[in-house]
């Protein structure tokens, strides 16, 4: 159980630059760095998780580590802070750990990033996508076409490009999961761009589920709630929801990024070899379409 379990807020006013640091918030995030304990579910595995530096992509490389895993976490320059600590935390645990820094919101960038993974690795069999750009807009009229672009290039086409190099490297009995969101089936008023990306990332994992069934590798998706990462910090709810964060879903807090690791890890290791083409909510209660 999460240390920070019964948390419920109200949170302080804490605005950060994008992108946000975990490192820097009040309360840290509980990402199970003290109570995530493994069971060799993942022994052998070789994964690549973006956006590994902090939020529900850190809980992922962490679990997966502890898990028996050798990881390799994408993130962006400015979290490096938080990378090294993630990268520590893997290496503690025994287990290959390879940091990959960079933008992906470029196609170059993602092959690269692929490439560099399977090299550090030694082979890819897992790959789980958490890197996302969420920043609100009160009005579609205050959304620029470069903010738009930051988005999708982000959420949506880097997924594409990161799923479509690694393909190829990954043998049958892999995997492969998304991160969508609630957002996806109950779109925010203030997260237009957003909720167009976590919408495409659900049909794109049923679509590509089909796809992949021959080849041997699995598709799912994870679609959360509200989960207190950098994100809502760093622009993507105005301060005053970020002060009340979590207090309108039936358990009347945010999510701990801990409490949402174990999911991936279903999903990604044998324990889900008869799930594919499936979104999981994991929302506080509000449930979302599977």
Request: charged residues 20%; neutral net charge; glycine residues 12%.
């Amino acid at each position: 159980m999460p240390e920070s379990f019964i948390r419920a807020g109200p949170f302080r006013s804490q605005p950060q630059p994008w992108p946000g640091l975990a490192s820097h918030m009040t309360p840290r995030p509980d990402h199970g760095e003290k109570t995530y304990r493994g069971s060799g579910r993942m022994a052998g595995r070789k994964a690549l998780v973006t956006g590994g530096d902090s939020g529900l992509g850190r809980a992922t490389a962490i679990a997966f580590a502890r898990e028996g895993a050798d990881v390799a976490i994408s993130y962006l320059p400015q979290e490096e802070e938080d990378a090294r600590e993630v990268i520590q935390l893997i290496q503690a645990e025994g287990r290959k750990a390879v940091a990959l820094s960079g933008d992906i919101r470029t196609e170059p960038f993602c092959q690269k990033l692929v490439a560099d993974a399977v090299s550090g690795l030694g082979g890819l069999d897992c790959l789980v996508n958490c890197a996302g750009r969420q920043h609100y807009h009160e009005s579609i009229l205050d959304l620029t076409t470069e903010d738009f672009d930051w988005t999708l290039k982000t959420n949506l086409y880097a997924l594409f490009w990161i799923i479509k190099a690694a393909i190829p490297h990954m043998p049958p009995g892999s995997s492969i999961v998304n991160t969508s969101s609630s957002n996806a089936y109950e779109p925010s008023e203030i997260l237009v761009d957003y909720s167009i990306t976590k919408a495409g990332i659900a049909n794109l994992t049923k679509s590509l589920a089909k796809q992949l069934v021959s080849k041997g590798i699995r598709v799912n998706a994870v679609a959360p709630g509200p989960f207190w990462t950098a994100l809502q910090v760093c622009g993507g709810q105005p301060m005053s929801a970020v002060e009340k964060f979590g207090s309108t879903v039936p358990m009347k807090r945010p999510g701990q990024p801990a409490e949402i690791a174990p999911i991936y890890v279903q999903l990604a290791s044998t324990d889900g070899s008869y799930i594919t083409g499936q979104v999981f909510g994991v929302t506080g209660g509000t449930g979302v379409p599977g």
